[in-house]
């Protein structure tokens, strides 16, 4: 083992190992399954053809000679010299040596699916590594916009500052704010709850996540949705108890490496009857624009558009119907405002 290093959110794990002969980094989650690998370097002079016995013995692969940059091999890595990039999402990570750019294992990799990740010293498309130098063009400014985003959340004041950003903007949209609860449990990302009471034609409180776009969800650019959301929940109940639900799913997409969208579903993680909001409700819907409920539409981060997601309690069979015949079936007849 060369190095370790575990992404902000706890989600992802990079360790970078070597043998005498190669090196290759993986990224797995928490439970140990590797999600993305990449060789990084032969130490050795390379073989012609590919060494299938090796492979199939689960040490670290020798790349042939018609695939590498330096036929000769390398000095092993240092870890002294090595440098962690992780991904704004977490889901993807780069990593750095002396030399500058050393390796990119973007959150789609899948080895499973022939997708590994970039490594410097590849050349052409191997089922262990793509050249890096065929991908700078995409990868460049991503990695450029990841060293950004830490220096800027390695500041001092940039919690505070973003906090008052999303708050201003809900101050034009709901009114002014009433208690503020931190929901963060001292883990990243950071997460914070405000509550809006009733305001004139407004006869329910609504609370909503101070935090969650503050950073890119993971997987979400390789779908048509919004990278960034924030949640919201009206209640005309103790907003306290509402707040639960802001527990339960406002760091999730970073905890599951995942998104949340427009119609998706949520069962409750606890027992049934434990659901905060009363009603016999097990579950969320979550939707973008429901009827009878405030348009929090128009705010931006870094020139992405940041959706709210409403979270509008649904039935156990309601969640069942969603999961068989689609959320469109459902959200087509749910009335978010009797629902609170």
Same mark, same amino acid.
């Given at each position: 083992?060369?190095?370790?290093?575990? /992404?902000?959110?706890?989600?992802?794990?990079?360790?970078?190992?070597?043998?005498?002969?190669?090196?290759?980094? +993986?990224?797995?989650?928490?439970a140990?399954?590797?999600?993305?690998?990449v060789?990084?370097g /032969?130490?050795?002079?390379?073989?012609?053809s590919?060494?299938?016995? &090796?492979? /199939?013995?689960?040490?670290?692969?020798?790349?042939? &000679?018609?695939?590498?940059?330096?036929?000769?091999?390398?000095?092993?890595?240092?870890?002294? &010299? %090595?440098?962690?990039?992780?991904?704004? #999402?977490?889901?993807?990570?780069?990593?750095?040596?002396?030399?500058?750019?050393?390796?990119v294992?973007?959150?789609?990799?899948?080895? #499973?699916?022939?997708?590994?990740?970039?490594?410097?010293?590849?050349?052409? #498309?191997?089922?262990?590594?793509?050249?890096?130098s !065929?991908a700078? !063009?995409?990868?460049?400014?991503?990695?450029?916009?990841?060293? @950004?985003?830490?220096?800027?959340? @390695?500041g001092?004041?940039?919690? @505070?500052?973003?906090?008052?950003?999303?708050?201003?903007?809900?101050?034009? &949209?709901?009114?002014?704010?009433?208690?503020?609860?931190d929901?963060?449990?001292?883990? %990243?990302?950071?997460?914070?709850?405000? !509550?809006?009471?009733? @305001?004139?034609?407004r006869?329910?409180? *609504?609370?909503?996540?101070v935090?969650m776009?503050?950073?890119?969800m993971?997987s979400?650019?390789?779908?048509?949705?919004?990278?960034? *959301?924030?949640?919201?929940?009206?209640?005309?109940?103790?907003?306290?108890?509402?707040?639960?639900?802001?527990?339960? %799913?406002?760091? +999730?997409?970073?905890?599951?490496?995942?998104?949340?969208?427009?119609?998706?579903?949520?069962?409750?993680?606890?027992?049934?009857?434990?659901?905060?909001?009363?009603?016999?409700?097990?579950?969320?819907?979550?939707?973008?624009?429901?009827?009878g409920?405030?348009?929090?539409?128009?705010?931006?981060?870094?020139?992405?558009?940041?959706?709210?997601?409403?979270?509008?309690? *649904?039935t156990?069979?309601?969640?069942?119907?969603?999961? #068989?015949?689609?959320?469109? *079936?459902?959200? =087509?007849?749910?009335? =978010?405002?009797?629902?609170?």
């Amino acid at each position: 083992m060369v190095l370790t290093s575990t /992404n902000p959110y706890g989600s992802r794990v990079l360790t970078v190992e070597r043998d005498q002969v190669s090196s290759v980094a +993986y990224l797995r989650d928490p439970a140990g399954s590797v999600r993305g690998a990449v060789w990084l370097g /032969n130490h050795v002079t390379a073989p012609m053809s590919l060494d299938l016995a &090796r492979l /199939n013995t689960g040490r670290p692969p020798v790349m042939p &000679r018609a695939g590498t940059r330096r036929p000769f091999g390398t000095a092993h890595l240092d870890a002294a &010299r %090595l440098r962690v990039l992780w991904f704004e #999402e977490g889901d993807g990570v780069a990593l750095y040596d002396d030399e500058g750019l050393l390796a990119v294992i973007p959150g789609w990799a899948d080895l #499973e699916r022939g997708m590994p990740g970039y490594a410097r010293d590849a050349v052409g #498309e191997w089922p262990f590594a793509w050249a890096l130098s !065929e991908a700078l !063009e995409g990868l460049s400014p991503r990695v450029a916009k990841a060293e @950004a985003y830490w220096q800027w959340r @390695a500041g001092e004041a940039s919690w @505070a500052s973003f906090q008052q950003f999303v708050m201003g903007h809900l101050d034009g &949209r709901l009114g002014p704010p009433g208690r503020f609860w931190d929901a963060s449990g001292g883990r %990243l990302p950071a997460l914070g709850v405000t !509550e809006r009471p009733p @305001a004139y034609g407004r006869d329910f409180t *609504v609370l909503s996540t101070v935090g969650m776009s503050c950073q890119r969800m993971p997987s979400a650019e390789l779908y048509d949705t919004p990278t960034r *959301v924030e949640l919201a929940v009206a209640t005309r109940g103790d907003p306290r108890s509402a707040a639960r639900l802001f527990l339960w %799913l406002g760091q +999730y997409p970073w905890r599951s490496v995942t998104w949340l969208g427009d119609g998706h579903t949520a069962r409750w993680y606890h027992q049934p009857g434990t659901f905060p909001i009363p009603g016999g409700y097990e579950g969320v819907m979550m939707l973008a624009a429901p009827h009878g409920l405030p348009d929090l539409s128009g705010f931006q981060v870094a020139g992405d558009v940041v959706r709210w997601l409403w979270l509008v309690p *649904v039935t156990d069979g309601e969640l069942k119907v969603a999961a #068989e015949r689609g959320h469109d *079936v459902i959200a =087509a007849r749910l009335s =978010a405002a009797h629902r609170i």
